[in-house]
């Protein structure tokens, strides 16, 4: 009984490593696409990161950002790719809430949608 | 000193392409470093960008946090192969981890960037030590911890002779320590993956090999609770953590590759000394108010 539960759990553990992974290269495949179109587009300039000044409000939002990331926008294309891997631990906690509620472990469950809210909460906030 | 001023002369001046790749190269080394000695990325690409290209604290904060995730999730599958996680250990402690870091995130954003320097130079000076330091033997024959059996924290993980039982202990202290080691993670944007191993290896008691897989998937989760905030308040720059990303996970997960065969002590211990001096370095301009 043990044993088979933590075979399950192993199985489990494995998906959601190969899951991160696929997270993980395709937000980096983003990142490589946009950062090739900005240093094109971007060439010529200077960046000053010496004095802080915020990044401008069509970067700092989700919505904004799927928007001007489609429009080739390449500053925009890298915060994709950035949101993505963003999303990745996220999606992580939420594939274990449901594999928590296969087991019915509802304290684990509980647990888990805590994490989930905070991370949703942070994501969300501004 | 001779590296400083030609350094930073060049990059006033640098175009894009010309920073872009400097910064790549550096990210690529830190990361490499960073999964030698088990420290992490996060903590040399902090000083690398601060001090040698006088980036502002606050946009290598949040390139370095983006450089987290990606080794976190990059190199998930490769630490599963070799151990293997507890998740309800992970779990519980994510709800610590992921509460402290946006508390730390919100920090950042309220406290002077000198402040943060400091506080970023005593952790580097910590994390040096605790390199150099030889890991200590763990006792056994502690009493049991009630609330870990009842949280049914305990797990088995497999060795050569058969599944090991393993009994988890000090839970609250574990939690307030993994608090701090989430807050440390959201101000500084690191991994604090080294608090982390320290509270369920040696204060929780958790066989290093499952404390180092779980601690790499809670290093994700904890970042990713305070990179919302980070993104929201236009700390991350796509210029400046692109090349800090795809630098710093490229030399992590080839560093992760080398590390069964390399011979890490000398490494380490070399690593340490100049990692305390850069702390000291940290200190000083940060208290100078120069960063």
């Not at chain 2, 990059?11 to 999964?35: D, I, P, Q």
Request: hydrophobic share 50%.
């Amino acid at each position: 009984m043990a044993e088979s539960s933590s075979k399950r759990d192993r199985r489990f553990e494995l998906l959601l490593g190969r899951l991160l992974r696929t997270g993980f290269l395709l937000s980096a495949a983003v990142v490589l696409l946009g950062g090739v179109l900005y240093l094109i587009q971007y060439r010529q300039r200077s960046p000053q990161y010496q004095i802080f000044r915020g990044e401008p409000a069509d970067i700092r939002y989700a919505r904004d950002v799927l928007r001007d990331a489609f429009r080739g926008h390449s500053r925009a294309l890298i915060q994709l790719g950035l949101l993505l891997l963003i999303a990745t631990p996220i999606a992580r906690v939420a594939f274990s809430v449901v594999e928590f509620a296969r087991e019915r472990d509802w304290l684990y469950v509980a647990t888990t949608l805590i994490v989930l809210a905070v991370l949703i909460f942070s994501l969300a906030g501004r | 000193m001779t590296l400083g001023p030609p350094l930073l002369a060049c990059n006033v001046h640098a175009t894009t392409l010309e920073f872009t790749l400097l910064v790549a190269f550096g990210s690529l080394l830190a990361g490499l470093l960073g999964a030698l000695t088990g420290l992490g990325g996060g903590v040399i690409i902090v000083p690398f960008l601060t001090l040698l290209f006088h980036v502002d604290i606050r946009y290598a904060i949040g390139a370095s946090l983006v450089s987290v995730m990606a080794t976190s999730s990059g190199a998930a599958a490769a630490y599963l192969r070799e151990g293997y996680s507890n998740m309800r250990v992970g779990m519980l402690l994510e709800v610590a981890t992921s509460i402290g870091a946006i508390c730390g995130a919100y920090l950042a954003t309220c406290i002077p960037t000198g402040a943060i320097a400091v506080v970023f130079g005593l952790v580097l000076l910590y994390s040096a030590w605790t390199s150099v330091k030889p890991i200590p033997d763990v006792s056994a024959g502690e009493s049991l911890d009630p609330l870990a059996q009842g949280l049914r924290l305990d797990g088995t993980y497999p060795t050569p002779e058969g599944l090991i039982e393993y009994h988890v202990r000090h839970v609250p202290a574990g939690f307030v320590l993994m608090y701090v080691a989430g807050a440390a993670s959201g101000l500084l944007g690191i991994g604090s993956g080294a608090v982390k191993v320290l509270a369920m290896d040696r204060v929780m008691r958790i066989p290093f090999k499952v404390s180092t897989t779980t601690s790499n998937f809670m290093i994700g989760v904890t970042a990713a609770a305070s990179a919302g905030i980070y993104l929201h308040r236009g700390y991350i720059d796509p210029g400046l953590a692109m090349p800090v990303m795809l630098g710093v996970a490229a030399g992590a997960l080839s560093g992760a590759r080398i590390l069964p065969g390399a011979k890490v002590r000398t490494l380490r211990v070399a690593f340490g000394a100049a990692l305390a001096a850069i702390a000291m370095q940290m200190i000083y301009q940060g208290m100078g108010g120069k960063i």
